[in-house]
């Protein structure tokens, strides 16, 4: 008879017990999607290195999730000013669950895993964590780990996430969530504010099985990778003229990976604009110009906004601004011209085309056109630009047309302008700094300075400048987002603030913190001394051209006594206001209107210039 | 061969962790899919192109030609009256206006109007013959004749512009529209009277209007406008109170006085 | 095959222009969400600007006094081009001059433009008469017989020059807009064209000044003052008299093909 009934409770448990499991894992009610991204936060100011105090907090991006039904009854406190006392390891403890038939360490994994599904992520990653803390539960570190990265990815603590899965991918295929922790990775990529800082995780698994539907995506990074690198090859190569061979056999290796892999991209695919257009880039650098050149009419073809599966204005206009400089670097100053004007007018390469097309008008000789574009960026509401060759080539053009006087005044202008600033940026890099990443320090203390007048409007400028430089820009976008997680770890609850995994993770973002402030004081320095050398040829090139005005005003004046009456190069230039019939034409007189900012031209009506 | 059993328990428990353990991976790669769908469709969403939002940072117009506020405004004016039945009206008057801001101004104005038979209706006798022009003291009993007007008013010029009318030459104008109340002379016989009585009656005035920038001291103006009066007048039942509409269009000259904002 | 030296060479040249050199003016990022750089909040209108400067605006210097003779101009694309497409315009008309039947009505036209400042106009319009207040008080006062003409309809053809361009700043918006003149010839029916009198249909020309405001590239928002000249004889009159109707047309039009695009740089 004991027979028969254990038979009966076996055939229950069979049935019960994984309908009961089932029911567990159900994730009915769960909220696991993600239709509203989670906001990020603007860097607003950059950060001190971390001897410093941080002047502002950031609220870490807050992701909407499921009414957490274990989290109600208390709110988060706020941020504490200063370290509170040291308070007594809170006790997980979890509602009784049915065990029977199940180890204790299971038991535990499976409470944690109810809790992440009820949305309770802080509690189930502190409970995933004690499970990788005990060493009586080794058979369920792989699914505790891989579940704790995706509790701190659903806690929004994406850095933190990142750490986790990496040291998943660490222990390589035989861990039974490497490729599903691969795929987080794209999540995480996608939810950073940089992608850089996944894209060497991605490189190191280059031999992996990718998912099929990140092939793609995988494919460019690493495409991206190997170009960065073999950029960064190029510049130690210059750098170091005795490894020059070595480095640049390297670089082009990369350079031969990075387009092996971009081939890959099929141009169904959405990753196939950013691949054709990196494939533009990488043909350029290796000197391949014409096809560099149809890569990128490639990306301007697939990105037409009437007929594009994908729209990507920002890539499309960047392709544009490619096209254009590589015509004008050959001298093709009319397609250089061309491709400028296709850039949106208000766009934010609207002013930097106007003022590289400059250059080509003032090759073409359309002074008008180019004398209009500065007008432009000499207004009122673009002074606080920085376009300090504007003025030289506007001094160059008056030169080129005999206008002395007018080219001596624009001399003077840029150098009252720009001088002062020069000095003050050979005073901030002639600071002791002990670390590099006292180079990035310099640019938070230049927002800080309260200094009026004019010189703090121009390192303003400069501030703005150094920011614009994109890698410099992403890892202060990192920083911030990395302070943000550990701010956002000091807002949450006791239990959660005050436990291992907190500390853990802050030693861990801490780390992170250091190499990233470290790698931006490189970029910070590299900035700053590159503004300082352009400042430092230009200063050079407006005494050239007021050289050249001395020596010419001399002429006239000799020629002038010679014949015994006053010579003058100038002679007044014909010149017509009519327009064809598809544009209108206003004068200006001294009133902006905003419509007609990029469209003034300045016609010139005396010169000596032939025409 | 050793034949190893296994007790229906522990069996069982084993068919129950080997499903747990499936089931917690199927489970799991459900959760990364529903992740990966949501990452495609917030992939899927253009971010909105980054610029310098002209739009948003630089008002339309910077650098004003013409700057009207804390200035006064005066303009002698002349003008005709429009639509008129019975009788057409030549006024002429003075506005003196106070610019508060640069689209508000506070006005004044005041103006008389000479009256003459319009000659659009003739007077003719009983059987419809011997028909002539009507003289004022046939028109004792129809509206429409006028002498003083006068009213304060706001008025508000939200559109400033500019007219291309030679390739060099350019117009600065702007367009204001006014509403105020006044009072206005009307002279008219009461019904079943025949003496013409003159009386103030309360009016209300709104309008619209133009001005062409001459000179940052002075302008040329243009205004339609509808002064609004009630009056009695015989009805088809007996005497009824109606509201007259009275158009004048006035050209004038505005003089712009004190040095306003820069 | 890395050729270092064009390499540098390309990258001296795109050091000539500082933004060029930086990164190769290389976009290397995948982020399309670049956040906002930090920036001082930008002067609003050159007044404001001059205001921070201390109320100053810098003065002329003698170069500027020599520059005074050159000229700045903007040249920018018209907001909407006409050339060689078809406009239909539906249209409220109501007249202006008469104070005693005052004529309400509607019409259709349709205009093509050869080029952009010419176009060829085919309208029709139909009429209804409203009767004022007025006209019970001149019949009572005056016992007259208030002759006028009952305009039924009028068609005609008319040219359309668009001299004169213009814009308007609107709160946040800048609106373009152009004023065209219109003439033609045409034909008017009023009652004495058909039973009894038999006049048949009146010749009649018109002339008038309209502004159009385009609010998308196939649709435009367009007013008009128009002068209608044709010769009537009202009721049993023998000599016919010159009759002036003035009306204010209101109108949306409807542009055929829906599209333009721009033939000159």
Redo the contacts between chains.
């Keep these: 008879m004991k027979t028969w009934i254990?038979?009966l409770?076996?055939?229950a448990?069979?049935a019960g017990?994984?309908a009961r499991?089932?029911a567990q894992?159900s994730?009915d009610g769960l909220d696991?999607?993600?239709?509203e991204?989670a906001p990020?936060s603007?860097?607003?100011?950059l950060k001190p290195p971390p001897k410093k105090a941080p002047a502002k907090k950031q609220a870490p991006p807050q992701r909407r999730k499921a009414a957490p039904q274990a989290d109600k009854a208390k709110q988060p406190p706020p941020a504490a000013k200063q370290a509170p006392a040291p308070k007594p390891q809170p006790v997980l403890t979890f509602e009784g669950l049915d065990v029977e038939?199940k180890t204790s360490d299971r038991q535990k994994l499976d409470a944690a895993?109810r809790l992440f599904r009820e949305g309770s992520f802080e509690t189930a990653a502190l409970g995933f964590h004690e499970i990788l803390q005990d060493p009586g539960s080794v058979e369920q570190y792989p699914?505790a780990e891989?579940l704790l990265g995706?509790s701190l990815y659903r806690l929004g603590m994406y850095h933190s996430s990142l750490s986790v899965f990496k040291r998943i991918l660490e222990k390589g295929e035989t861990h039974?969530?490497f490729a599903?922790s691969l795929?987080?990775l794209?999540?995480i990529a996608?939810k950073a504010?940089?992608?850089?800082v996944v894209l060497d995780e991605i490189a190191r698994y280059a031999g992996a099985s990718f998912p099929e539907?990140y092939r793609d995506e995988y494919r460019?990074?690493l495409a991206?990778y190997n170009?960065?690198r073999g950029k960064a090859l190029?510049d130690a190569?210059?750098a170091e003229p005795a490894q020059?061979d070595a480095h640049?056999a390297d670089?082009?290796k990369s350079?031969d990976e990075a387009r092996r892999l971009l081939a890959m991209v099929p141009p169904e695919s959405?990753f196939y604009p950013?691949a054709r257009?990196l494939d533009g880039?990488t043909l350029?650098?290796?000197?391949k110009f014409t096809p560099s050149l149809e890569a990128f009419k490639d990306v301007v073809r697939t990105l037409n906004p009437r007929r594009a599966r994908?729209?990507?204005?920002?890539?499309r206009?960047?392709a544009f601004?490619?096209l254009a400089?590589i015509h004008f670097?050959h001298a093709q100053n009319r397609h250089a011209s061309?491709y400028y004007?296709r850039i949106?007018?208000?766009?934010?390469q609207?002013?930097?085309s106007l003022?590289?097309a400059s250059?080509a008008h003032f090759r073409m000789g359309e002074y008008e056109q180019a004398l209009?574009n500065m007008?432009t960026l000499q207004?009122?509401?673009?002074?606080?630009e920085y376009?300090p060759?504007s003025l030289v080539l506007q001094a160059v053009i008056y030169y080129e047309n005999c206008?002395y006087?007018?080219a001596?005044?624009?001399v003077d202008d840029f150098r009252a302008r720009y001088y002062p600033l020069y000095v003050e940026l050979e005073k901030i890099l002639a600071r002791p700094y002990s670390t590099p990443a006292d180079y990035y320090g310099v640019l938070a203390d230049l927002?800080k300075e309260e200094k009026g007048g004019e010189t703090n409007r121009m390192l303003?400028r400069i501030l703005?400048l150094a920011?614009?430089?994109?890698?410099l820009?992403?890892l202060n976008?990192s920083i911030l987002e990395l302070e943000g997680e550990l701010d956002g770890m000091a807002a949450r609850r006791d239990i959660f603030r005050f436990s291992g995994l907190a500390k853990a993770l802050g030693e861990d973002l801490g780390a992170q913190r250091t190499e990233l402030q470290r790698k931006a004081g490189f970029y910070a320095k590299r900035k700053l001394e590159?503004?300082r050398k352009?400042l430092a040829s230009?200063n050079y090139r407006a005494l050239a051209i007021k050289a050249e005005i001395g020596t010419r005003e001399k002429d006239v004046l000799e020629a002038s006594l010679s014949e015994g009456r006053r010579v003058s190069p100038i002679e007044n230039y014909k010149?017509s206001?009519?327009?064809?019939?598809?544009?209108?034409?206003?004068?200006?007189?001294?009133?902006?209107?905003?419509?007609?900012?990029g469209?003034?031209?300045?016609?010139?009506?005396?010169g000596c210039k032939a025409r | 061969m050793r034949v190893v059993r296994f007790s229906?328990?522990s069996?069982?428990?084993l068919?129950?962790c080997a499903?747990?353990v499936s089931?917690?991976?199927a489970?799991?790669?459900?959760?990364?899919a529903?992740?990966?769908?949501?990452?495609?469709?917030?992939?899927g969403k253009?971010?909105p192109?980054?610029?310098?939002?002209?739009?948003e940072?630089?008002?339309?117009?910077?650098?004003?030609?013409f700057l009207k506020k804390g200035r006064h405004e005066l303009s002698p004016m002349v003008g005709i009256s429009l639509g008129d039945a019975f009788h057409s009206k030549y006024v002429a008057g003075l506005q003196y206006g106070y610019h508060v801001g640069e689209t508000w101004m506070i006005g004044l104005s005041a103006g008389y109007a000479a009256s003459t038979p319009s000659g659009a209706v003739s007077r003719c006798n009983s059987s419809g013959q011997d028909c002539r022009v009507p003289t004022k003291a046939d028109l004792a009993r129809a509206p429409g004749d006028l002498g003083m007007i006068g009213g304060l008013d706001v008025s508000w010029a939200p559109l400033y512009g500019?007219i291309?009318v030679l390739?060099?030459s350019?117009l600065?104008f702007d367009t204001y529209f006014l509403a105020g109340g006044g009072v206005v002379q009307t002279r008219i016989a009461p019904p079943q009277g025949f003496d013409v009585e003159e009386k103030m009656t309360p009016a209300i005035h709104v309008g619209v209007g133009q001005r062409y920038v001459l000179s940052r001291y002075a302008a040329l103006r243009f205004e339609l406008r509808d002064v609004l009066y009630r009056l009695e007048l015989q009805g088809k039942s007996g005497i009824e109170t109606s509201t007259q509409n009275q158009l004048v269009f006035q050209v004038g000259l505005s003089f712009f006085l004190g040095q306003g904002g820069e | 095959?890395?050729?270092?030296a064009?390499?540098?060479a390309?990258l001296v040249?795109?050091a000539a222009?500082?933004?060029?050199?930086?990164?190769?003016?290389?976009?290397?990022?995948?982020?399309?969400?670049?956040?906002?750089?930090?920036?001082?909040p930008?002067?609003?209108?050159?007044e404001?600007?001059a205001e921070r400067l201390g109320g100053k605006i810098p003065a002329a210097?003698?170069?500027?006094e020599?520059?005074r003779?050159?000229?700045?101009?903007?040249?920018?694309?018209?907001h909407f081009?006409k050339?060689r497409r078809v406009e239909l315009v539906p249209s409220f008309a109501m007249s202006l001059n008469d104070a005693f039947y005052t004529k309400v009505g509607g019409g259709i036209a349709a205009n093509y433009h050869l080029?952009?400042?010419f176009a060829l106009s085919f309208h029709y319009e139909k009429f209804g008469i409203s009767q004022n207040d007025s006209v019970r008080i001149a019949k009572r006062e005056l016992k007259s017989l208030l002759l006028s003409s009952k305009l039924d309809w009028t068609a005609g053809v008319d040219f359309l020059w668009t001299p004169i361009?213009g814009?308007l700043?609107w709160f946040n918006t800048?609106v373009q807009y152009d004023l065209f003149l219109v003439t033609g010839v045409g034909v008017a029916w009023s009652q004495t064209s058909g039973d009894p009198v038999n006049d048949g249909a009146h010749p009649a020309v018109d002339i008038g000044v309209g502004q159009r405001f385009a609010l998308a590239d196939w649709m435009a928002f367009e007013f008009w003052v128009k002068q209608l000249l044709y010769a009537d004889r009202p009721q049993d009159r023998q000599i016919s008299e010159i009759q002036k109707v003035l009306t204010l047309n209101v109108g949306l039009s409807f542009w055929i093909p829906p599209s333009f695009s721009?033939?000159?740089?």
């Design positions: 254990l038979a409770m076996a055939a448990m069979v017990g994984p499991a089932l894992f994730f696991l999607s993600d239709e991204e990020k603007p860097p607003k100011k038939g895993t699914q891989y995706k039974p969530y599903t795929e987080w794209f999540f996608h504010t940089n992608q850089t539907k460019y990074l991206k170009f960065v190029l190569g210059e020059k640049f670089a082009g350079f959405r950013k257009y880039l350029y650098v290796n000197g994908y729209v990507d204005p920002k890539l206009e960047q601004m490619q400089r670097e061309f004007d949106a007018r208000g766009s934010d609207w002013l930097q003022y590289e250059w209009g007008i207004s009122p509401f673009f002074r606080d376009f060759e206008r006087p007018e001596n005044e624009i927002q303003q703005k920011l614009s430089d994109k890698e820009r992403h976008d590159k503004e352009e230009l010149y206001t009519a327009v064809d019939d598809e544009h209108v034409y206003w004068p200006y007189e001294g009133e902006y209107w905003r419509d007609e900012l469209t003034y031209q300045y016609t010139l009506t005396k | 229906t328990r069996l069982a428990s068919v129950a499903l747990v089931a917690a991976g489970r799991a790669d459900e959760d990364a529903a992740e990966a769908t949501a990452d495609a469709i917030a992939a253009v971010a192109p980054t610029n310098l939002d002209l739009d940072r630089i008002r339309p117009v910077s650098g004003n030609l500019k291309s390739a060099e350019v600065h | 095959m890395i050729k270092s064009r390499i540098v390309a040249c795109l222009t500082p933004a060029w050199a930086e990164g190769l003016g290389l976009d290397l990022t995948d982020d399309a969400e670049d956040a906002a750089l930090p920036q001082d930008p002067p609003v209108s050159a404001e600007l210097s003698q170069a500027e020599v520059s003779e050159d000229r700045v101009k903007a040249v920018q694309r018209k081009l050339r080029v952009d400042s361009y814009k700043a800048i721009y033939e000159e740089r």
